[in-house]
Every structure is written in structure tokens, then in C-alpha cells.
């Protein structure tokens, strides 16, 4: 994994100049920097809306006393989204406007709410009643009791308390 994060850091910005000199190449410097203005913009008004729309989905489910799990990993995305598109490039660029897609957003929960599950992250089925336990493991169901005594604790003279023995 920190191979993995090494290489997006050094591989996005390399890709970045790289497509900057390209289109900076083809359509000249103004219109380059222009282009990645406009971006931003368009990416803060995408933004703004589809967040508020988030927002107001997940104070609907809320309403309905339901937890909104679709509408916080939908937040989380825009946010990344915002996050990209605000970065100045046009790799990021690209990647931040396919998290405004709804319909690749749904793919991505699904995708990750099944790598949760599998890997044991989540438990699913259990009613309520807790997690589910391991296959092939043994599971003692109890109750317990508070017992108190009316004894004091004992003092051994070495600073150490000894328990009262219980009944």
C-alpha cells in the first residue's frame, strides 16, 4: 500500500505536466489556464448543487429515522470530487467530474459496501443483535449479576487490597 501512494504522488503530478504541455501545445497558455479556471468554476456550482441536494436527502432519511449510510458516502464523494476539481490540472480534473456521476457513485458504494463485507468490516443479517460471530467459533450466550457485599476490603499491610471473598 505505500508503494501504491508513493506512485499516485509521484505518477499524478508527472501525468499533469504532461497533459499541461499538451493542450498548452495545442491551444496556447491563455486558453490553457483559462480552461483550468472554468473547471473550478464549473466544478464549485456542481458542487454546491448536488451537495445540497445530498444534504437534503439525508435529512429526508433522517426524517424517516433512518441512518442516511447512501447519502454520507454520496457527501464523501463530493467532497473528494470538490477536492479534485479545485486542484489545479486536468487529470484530477477528469476524475473529480466522474464523481459527480450518480450512477458511478452508486457503482462505488456498492463496490466498497461489498469489499466491507467480505473483509469483516461489517456485519450484515444480525437483526440488531450485535455482530455475528466467526464460522466454527463457539459462542456462550449469558446473563450476569451484579453481586455486592457488605464487607469492607482487607489490608494485608503491603499497600495491596485483597478482594472480599464472595458467598
Known amino acids: 500500500m505505500p508503494f501504491v501512494i508513493l506512485a499516485f504522488f509521484i505518477g499524478i503530478p508527472i501525468a499533469e505536466i504532461t497533459v499541461f504541455i499538451d493542450i498548452g501545445g495545442r491551444i496556447g497558455l491563455a486558453a490553457t489556464l ?8 464549473v466544478g464549485t456550482v456542481l458542487l454546491r448543487n448536488q451537495g445540497l441536494a445530498t444534504l437534503e436527502k439525508a435529512r429526508r432519511s433522517l426524517e424517516n ?11 464523501l464523494c463530493l467532497l473528494v470530487a470538490g477536492a479534485l476539481l479545485l ?5 484530477t480534473d477528469g476524475f473529480g467530474l466522474l464523481l459527480f456521476l450518480p450512477p458511478l457513485r452508486a457503482l462505488l458504494r456498492k463496490w466498497t ?3 466491507m463485507v467480505a473483509g469483516g468490516r461489517v456485519s450484515v443479517g444480525t ?10 467459533s463457539t459462542v456462550i ?6 453481586v455486592e457485599t457488605s464487607e ?6 503491603t499497600g495491596k487490597t485483597e478482594s472480599p471473598t464472595l458467598p
Open 141 to 146: 450466550d449469558g446473563d450476569f449479576e451484579v
Open 113 to 115: 459496501w461489498n469489499r
Open 34 to 41: 483559462g480552461l483550468v479556471v472554468v473547471t473550478a468554476i
Open 127 to 136: 437483526g440488531g443483535q450485535g455482530p455475528v460471530p466467526p464460522e466454527g
Open 87 to 91: 486542484t489545479p490540472g486536468f487529470v
Open 152 to 157: 469492607e476490603p482487607r489490608h494485608d499491610g
Open 65 to 75: 429515522h433512518r441512518f442516511p449510510v447512501d447519502e454520507v458516502f454520496d457527501g
